[in-house]
């Protein structure tokens, strides 16, 4: 019986992949930037000078496939289709691409997906059976699990979230072409392009942001390490962040009346920046019957181990 499993998780700007043990342990892991492949026949090659060596160590024999959680994964098909974050435009087979590159089976879903069910098998959502992951990265993605199973739909692609409408008419989507989408604000990218408009919209207000390149050097990381210092803006950045992304959560609790929302990714490093916001939002839009029953809550697994737990358990399920 083979002993393990490999699991991908693929986002916008980093690859995260490792080889995890039937019972949730990850052996070894490493990463690679997604970002500078413009073809995706480029990535499986780096891909594959990193993991092959892994999976020699393990034993090809032991390693029973390849779990992959990608943008706009579809688990009926094992295709990524039209994935706004990524340079790979179309559809894109990457089951199949990668199962023929390692010569083992392949499964493939929403990568939001693949960090729910991490989190229910090894994480805070443990013994839930209602719940949704929201992953602030690059973009926004989602999880959404109904009695114990992922909700996909009947395409693969149910629970897009990050592209729920939140300010018709709003900031432009570049990726999408949409206007107004939750992903436009509430992802790393999004709060960037916040902090951009504040510094221009207030001109004469002090800030510790003005202090780097516009262009390079703005990112989340460095709004959230100026509001740690007690910048104007960049706190004002994340408050107007939190209110959004807190609206939208109300309007996902009324949807499907979760135990519990998991806040996941690159973002919740903020921690209260992010998440006193956010929670005071969510509660004062919902109505009556839903206060104070959702909790709001951190993933409590790492970045990069939820997403490549959750991927390889698509193995053990398969």
Known sequence: MAKFAIGIDIGGTNTKFGIVS?????VVQDRLLTSKHDQVQDFIEELAEKLEPMIEEAGKKNIAGIGIGAPNGNYYTGTI????NLKWKGIIPLAKLISEKFGLPARLTNDANAAAV?????????????????TLGTGVGSGIVIDGKILLGHDGFAGELGHVIVRPGGRLHKGTGIRGSLEAYASAT??????????????????????YSINDLITSQTVYECATKGDKIANEVFQFTGQILGEALANFVMFSSPEAIILFGGLTKAGDLIMRPTREAM???????????????????PESDAAILGASALIWES
């Open 22 to 26: 039937r019972d949730g342990k990850i």
């Open 81 to 84: 289709e039209y994935a706004p």
């Open 118 to 134: 991490g989190e229910m098998m090894y994480g805070c959502a443990r013994g839930m059976k209602h719940f949704i992951v929201i």
């Open 190 to 211: 999004g709060v960037r392009e916040t902090a951009l408009e504040m510094l221009t919209e207030n001109p004469d207000v002090e800030s510790l942001l003005r202090d």
């Open 283 to 301: 509660e004062a839009h919902l109505i009556q019957i839903f206060k104070g029953k959702v909790k709001l809550m951190f993933s409590e697994l």
